[in-house]
């Protein structure tokens, strides 16, 4: 099947690693794909090195007429039977398929990841929440249901690239280490996290990610004196090898419409703790495949770390319960499946 990938996307982020996964997933499953997205020194040329057509627009304000055009100049010569975008951007740049557009009939297709207003998705026939409740919110904003499939993301199981010496980050050999993973930005509540490991004398933690509050966030770890324990990696690439070097991994967001580093977690038979922001609420089974802590309680956060690292029978039931729900639920295969199953149905 043929199918056109459009997300417009920021530099980094979740969303736009999910992208590239779900891409590559699809071309490797054997289905057509060409992609649009903006230009990006990362994701471009990866997916280009596995032999996916790229096409780069500005993706613009509403006054981008050109990104629009050019999708449509696109979609009459690769004639894709679906068209997905993704995020809110993308939609508002994708036409409705009509007669008049010389082109074979296509579906336009939304993966919302994310309670994005409406008015971005005039020309959307079909969604695909990434969690319940987004789906809930759509019916509720008068969508047909029968046009809602829900579909959750997935993780892929990576084997390390390399093994990361601790001593690389001027982290000890031995001592306890938490993970946080995602962009510097407030909904990430990396400062929460933070604020935690300050009152945990004898943990470390790694965070990996690029944003806006990079300086804010050094900031404050000079403010606690704790920059001989916390360490902002910068982005990282091995997101496996980062996983199994640590002991812990922690996604306590603020906001969070679904969040695959909890599912990364369960692949990578890493505990996880998650706040109880929307996405991760709905799957993270409480002191059963993880911990959920309530939003921006520092005291809850320091209370479920120091429950994890000093119970070994808690650590191995949720890394194993975790792994479970990570085979049954989000795997490569299972997603690509569900995917292709609606894009058949839509398609007749």
């Known amino acids: ?50 032999g996916i057509m790229v096409h780069t627009l500005p993706f613009g304000s509403a006054i981008d007429f050109y990104t629009p055009w050019a999708i449509t100049r696109i979609i009459k010569k690769f004639q894709p039977a679906i068209v997905q975008s993704w995020m809110s951007r993308a939609p508002a740049k994708v036409s409705r398929w009509n007669a008049s557009m010389a082109a074979p009939r296509y579906y336009h297709v939304a993966r919302l990841g994310s309670y994005y207003k409406m008015k971005y998705f005039k020309t959307v026939e079909y969604f695909v929440p990434i969690t319940p409740d987004i789906g809930r919110y759509l019916v509720e904003n008068g969508i047909d249901q029968n046009h809602v499939c829900h579909i959750n993301n997935f993780a892929e199981v990576e084997q390390a690239g390399r093994i990361i010496d601790r001593a690389e980050f001027d982290t000890p050999e031995g001592a306890a280490l938490l993970l946080g993973l995602g962009r510097l930005h407030e909904s ?144 490569k295969d299972q997603s690509v499946k569900n995917y292709l199953n609606l894009y058949n149905e839509i398609a007749g």
């Open 1 to 50: 099947m043929k199918i056109l990938q459009v997300m417009a996307g920021a530099k980094r982020g979740g969303a736009e690693t999910a992208f590239v996964d779900m891409c590559l997933a699809m071309h490797e499953a054997g289905q057509q794909i060409e992609v649009v997205t903006r230009p990006n020194d990362i994701r471009v040329p990866k997916m280009r090195a596995a």
């Open 188 to 331: 990430k509540a990396f400062d929460v996290l933070i604020r935690a490991v300050a009152d945990l004398p004898d943990v470390h933690c790694w965070i990996a990610g690029e944003g806006p509050l990079r300086a804010e966030l050094e900031q404050m770890i000079d403010d606690l004196g704790v920059g001989d324990r916390v360490k902002l990696l910068g982005w990282q690439d091995d997101r496996a090898a980062l996983f199994q070097a640590c002991d812990i991994c922690t996604f306590i967001s603020r906001i969070e419409g679904f969040g695959t580093v909890f599912v990364q977690s369960w692949a990578q038979n890493t505990p996880v703790i998650v706040s109880a922001a929307d996405g991760p609420k709905q799957f993270v089974r409480d002191g059963e495949d993880g911990l959920v802590v309530p939003i921006d309680d520092v005291e809850a956060l320091k209370s479920a770390i120091s429950r994890v690292l000093g119970d070994e029978s808690l650590q191995k039931s949720m890394i194993e319960n975790g792994h479970k729900r990570y085979l049954s639920e989000f795997t």
